[in-house]
Nanobody, 121 residues
Framework: QVQLEESGGGLVQAGESLSVSCVAS????????MGWYRQAPGTQRDLVAT???????EYADVVKGRFTISRDNAKNTVYLQMNSLKPEDTSDYYC???????????????WGQGTLVTVSS
């Protein structure tokens, strides 16, 4: 079984920075794309950033220039560095992994439990 565990959320003030990380576990051979989504109460879950297995990132327009996604394939870990945070960035941030290959098979669309990021004004 594959699991994703996020860490690093918390409370910061507007303009500050915060980094969140997500570790995948479960006898993993390789992972395809990984990414971060966010969901505020009463809203849909929206893409924040994704990164391919080869390290090519893509970002939602609202975070371009402020957030940076990266990954360490040897550690099965994806990171999200968030700079110049705004109150509207307040949300639960969910880690996502696709095409997770294990000896028992391939897992699609694996999600973490989420970590809360709160940005005060």
């Amino acid at each position: 079984q594959v699991q994703l565990e996020e860490s690093g959320g918390g409370l910061v003030q507007a303009g500050e920075s915060l980094s969140v990380s997500c570790v995948a576990s479960g006898n993993i051979l390789s992972i395809g794309a990984m990414g971060w989504y966010r969901q505020a109460p009463g809203t849909q879950r929206d893409l924040v950033a994704t990164i391919t297995g080869g390290g090519s990132p893509e970002y939602a327009d609202v975070v371009k220039g402020r957030f940076t996604i990266s990954r360490d394939n040897a550690k099965n870990t994806v990171y999200l560095q968030m700079n110049s945070l705004k109150p509207e960035d307040t949300s639960d941030y969910y880690c996502y992994a696709d095409s997770v290959i294990t000896p028992r098979g391939t897992y699609r669309a694996v999600w973490g439990q989420g970590t809360l990021v709160t940005v005060s004004s």
